[in-house]
């Protein structure tokens, strides 16, 4: 199949043709725990401990907001217990 591309009959190239992902705030539980790069079930154990946040409601779906999500990622800790500073977070700094 043709499609008529920049005004000539020729094919279009993949890129033109493929639709791009829409970016989207709320993710579902799954969506949710491969974006952290978890299981479902660790997932659901992150959430119940805190150190995921909770979902949001939205009529009868629930979803996770991907901003609450990356800051619940932030707040993990580092492999070796590494903290890493934030200035700006110091309020006692002027």
């Keep these: 199949m043709k499609n008529w591309y920049n005004g000539q009959g020729v094919n279009a190239p993949a890129s033109a043709t493929r639709k ?5 705030r709320g993710l579902s539980r799954v969506e949710s725990a491969v974006y952290v790069g978890v299981s479902p079930s660790l997932f659901d154990e ?25 800051e619940a990622f932030s707040s993990l800790p580092h492999k070796g217990g590494e903290t890493i500073c934030n200035p700006w977070d110091d309020e006692t700094q002027t």
Excluded at 46 to 70: A, C, F, Q, S, T
């Design 46 to 70: 992150m959430v119940k401990d805190g150190r995921m946040p909770m979902p949001r409601i939205i009529n009868v779906r629930v979803v996770w907001d991907l901003w609450e999500l990356d």
């Design 20 to 24: 791009q992902p829409v970016p989207r």
